[in-house]
């Protein structure tokens, strides 16, 4: 068990919705990170948020948001959806080491959207 | 744009037999890499990592090698067991930042 939550397990949903999948990391890890993988494009990484605060930004598209709470989970909204999103999402976080230096990134065990 | 990318995408072993997991990446500005087991319907799960500033690196069964050279990364598992049956990831951090890049995978087999 990696400690990080992600709720819910499953989801589906009809095209031109919204959902909102959530993450409550490890305790003590400040960083939660979303990734998307679907069998074409593997583990893409979609946005890194640091103590309440965006750090990065990958190949997340417009109509995805995501934000981190003052308790530290948090959550990705998906919006508009179409049938291509339809994939696993994932959660990591990490902790932060002394001097910046990069740490492992701890997996949930993901939400499985189908767009139908 | 610059990616992570695994030799082969299936590896089949027989149990008790030594398995070596290539990978192959890129980015030569890439600091720290990392090795992923994921079994169906679970997440990624933390092996091994290793820093740019070193060529090798033993845990439990495991031991990553990298050859910055020629930009190389392989997880070796030793005895391979029924349980190690999974897809596995590397990863890499591009050189900047705390996310990571991940490669395409290699489903390991090991049969009896």
């Known amino acids: 068990d990696s400690g990080v939550t992600q709720t819910p397990k499953h989801l589906i949903t009809a095209t031109g919705q919204r959902v909102t999948l959530r993450c409550s990391p490890r305790?003590?890890?400040?960083?939660v990170y979303w990734y998307q993988q679907s069998l074409d494009q593997g583990l893409q990484f979609l946005i890194h948020?640091?103590?309440?605060?965006?750090?990065a930004k990958g190949n997340i598209l417009e109509r995805f948001s995501a934000q981190q709470f003052p308790d530290l989970h948090s959550e990705l909204n998906l919006s508009s959806l179409e049938l291509g999103d339809s994939a696993l999402y994932f959660c990591a976080s990490s902790v932060l080491l002394s001097g910046g230096r990069n740490s492992p990134l701890h997996f949930g065990n993901g939400t499985r959207l189908t767009v139908t | 744009g610059e990616s992570v990318g695994l030799h082969l995408p299936t590896l089949s072993v027989q149990e008790g037999d030594n398995s070596i997991i290539n990978c192959a990446y890129s980015n030569s500005a890439s600091d720290y890499f990392i090795w992923y087991k994921q079994e169906s319907g679970k997440g990624p799960q933390f092996i091994i990592d290793i820093r740019s500033n070193m060529d090798k690196r033993q845990g439990q069964r495991v031991t990553v090698l990298l050859n910055k050279t020629v930009k190389h990364l392989s997880l070796q598992i030793a005895a391979t067991q029924p349980g190690d049956s999974a897809v596995y990831f590397c990863?890499?951090?591009?050189?900047?930042?705390?996310?990571?890049?991940f490669g395409k995978g290699t489903s390991l087999l090991v049969t009896p």
């Open positions: 305790s003590g890890d400040l960083s």
């Open positions: 948020y640091y103590n309440g605060e965006e750090r």
């Open positions: 990863a890499e951090n591009g050189g900047s930042g705390y996310a990571l890049n």
